[in-house]
């Protein structure tokens, strides 16, 4: 298959051309679809930032590509500075019924467009006619030529994979499932083209462009739900997991334990509509926008609930150092935990349940009072170390308001995880004394429970009421970093930031291990050139009527 063709399949992202957009012309039981727009744009775009000058050098990112095409497309009688990536491109992934095997087998739908510029779609698609040779077949679908030929596209061993998880084989031989979508059918609109494992969608979304109707993605409620999350006008890409649509006919190819495992997932998350993600380039003051967002029909219910709890935006703790290159925090309602819990095992079959009850009912009572006192606040921050090994180090702190009861619990369940308690400046540390390579520690002090490395845990109950040791909330970074940033007042699931530039100018300096290969990775740039480029992450997590969005994003280097 000839380089263009692979490049726009690769992408496998778009917004329609014209007024038909590409959820209009999708399977309207798709259940995964990526789409992207202007791509060629989104590299002008990038490419005029500091990091997309030092990543493309100054040149221009589309005129880059063109030689990868080029040898293919001349002899069709493209020019070079005709050339380019197409304008948008799409991918749904959906079930259908095969009449052959009788039963469900996967499917797929792609759209590949360049506008009004029907000489690169008729140029491709005669490349690939021509690539194949006497290896395809053409047929007529509504009065354009379809292309017919054999792939070599491979299913990964499914059974294999969920064995990996549990030890209960699910899904049994999908050979079929493989020799389903192996076949490809290949259909040119004008500046359009379209391709399928199947002919019966590809039909389908002809009638859609020329002017029928029918059922199609774009009206499905779920599909409607989860788009209207994302943050942002015109994302340059987006993609999402509608999980009604995958479950149901999962059941079908899977079996019974797909039906008996529903209830148990319903109990433990609630009724997710899906999963989604989302990016734009070189938005303003930004180098990327990044977003990743949960749809729910109704209220969280379960785990999810537990981790929908809200509070205002906080300072940063004052035992979060001026090293720190990260700091995050997130919400956690731990006082429902031991509830929520119990209800997911209610939810289990009656034999898997009464197996579990017991333990729980020993240990409940004990731990429900002491994650009464915890949180909603967990904070997370990593500072850098001079270990070639494990260059970073992350330290979590959970407020509570009653330490003793908390060393209470640890009394009992330390010595199960080999941790003993030893004294620290006053404050308590649970660590394993007869281990020579764990590092891991549990502290109690500074006003919360402390989980992390030695180090870590000590820096922090060291610090605790020292006034005038250097912090991250006074630091430029931290300043600069809130005063430029997309987060919003008001409550929030989460926040955080990230000092990129200067945790990868760090490690780079360190040679071996993890820092090598991190440092490896960006060795053609120096250290000074990454802080010119990138600017500080930030990230939040806010709840909204339909579910959680959790946004991201880097900013162009302050001034």
């Known amino acids: 298959m000839i380089q263009a063709f692979l490049i726009a399949g690769s992408l496998l992202c778009t917004s329609g051309s014209g007024d038909i957009s590409s959820s209009d012309i999708m399977p309207e039981k798709s259940f995964v679809f990526f789409e992207a727009d202007d791509l060629g744009g989104m590299l002008d775009r990038i490419s005029k930032t500091p990091a997309g000058e030092m990543i493309f050098d100054g040149r221009d990112p589309n005129e880059m590509l063109k030689p990868m095409i080029a040898d293919s ?24 019924f095969d009449d052959e095997i009788g039963i469900e087998v996967p499917a797929w739908i792609a759209r590949v467009g360049w506008k009004d510029d029907e000489a690169m779609a008729k140029g491709i698609f005669e490349n690939i006619v021509s690539d194949l040779d006497d290896k395809a077949e053409m047929e007529e679908l509504r009065g354009r030529d379809m292309l017919v030929f054999e792939s070599k596209l491979e299913l990964p061993d499914m059974d294999a994979m969920m064995m990996e998880v549990a030890p209960i084989p699910m899904m049994g031989d999908t050979s079929h499932m493989e020799d389903a979508i192996r076949r490809v059918f290949v259909v040119r609109d004008g500046s359009e083209l379209l391709m399928s494992s199947e002919p019966i969608s590809l039909d389908d979304a002809l009638k859609i462009m020329d002017g029928g109707k029918g059922k199609m993605l774009s009206g499905s409620d779920d599909f409607e739900l989860m788009n209207g999350l994302v943050p942002v ?23 019974p334990m797909m039906g008996m495992a529903t209830p148990i997932i319903q109990s433990a998350f609630g009724d997710i509509a899906g999963y989604g993600f989302w990016m734009k380039a070189a938005s303003e003051g930004n180098l990327v926008e990044y977003g990743t967002n949960i ?54 079959p009656e034999g898997q349940a009464a197996q579990i009850e017991p333990m729980i009912q020993m240990y409940a009572p004990m731990m429900q009072g002491s994650l009464e006192t915890m949180g909603p606040e967990v904070h997370i921050f990593t500072t850098l170390t001079d270990d070639e090994l494990n260059p970073t180090r992350m330290t979590m702190a959970i407020p509570t308001t009653d330490p003793e009861s908390m060393n209470q619990l640890l009394s009992m369940f330390g010595p199960m995880m080999s941790m003993q308690p030893r004294d620290f400046k006053g404050d308590t540390i649970y660590s394993d004394p007869q281990s020579e390579f764990s590092r891991t520690a549990i502290g109690i002090g500074a006003g919360a429970v402390l989980f992390g490395d030695i180090d870590g845990v000590e820096a922090v109950l060291r610090s605790s009421g020292q006034s005038d040791l250097p912090t991250m909330a006074r630091s430029k970074f931290a300043r600069s970093a809130m005063l430029s940033s997309g987060i919003p007042s008001g409550d929030l699931l989460a926040w955080g930031l990230f000092d990129t530039a200067r945790m990868i100018a760090d490690i780079k300096q360190l040679e071996g291990g993890m820092a090598g290969n991190l440092a490896d990775m960006v060795d053609s740039y120096d250290p000074e050139k990454f802080s010119e480029a990138i600017g500080a992450g930030w990230m939040y997590g806010k709840r909204v009527e339909d579910g959680l969005q959790f946004h991201f994003g880097y900013l162009e280097p302050s001034e």
């Open 73 to 96: 497309l001349s002899e069709r009688g493209i020019e070079l500075e005709d050339m380019r990536l197409p304008d948008h491109v799409a991918l749904a992934l959906y079930w259908t």
């Open 233 to 255: 006008e015109a994302a340059d890409a987006s993609a999402m997991l509608l999980t009604e649509n995958f479950a149901e006919e999962m059941k079908a190819v899977v079996g």
């Open 295 to 348: 749809g729910m029909n109704g209220d969280p219910v379960g785990l999810m609930k537990l981790a929908s709890v809200a509070t205002p935006l906080n300072d940063i703790p004052s035992y979060v150092p001026a090293e720190a290159v990260t700091y995050g925090r997130i919400d956690f309602d731990f006082k429902n935990l031991v509830p929520t819990i119990q209800q997911i095992i209610s939810s289990l």
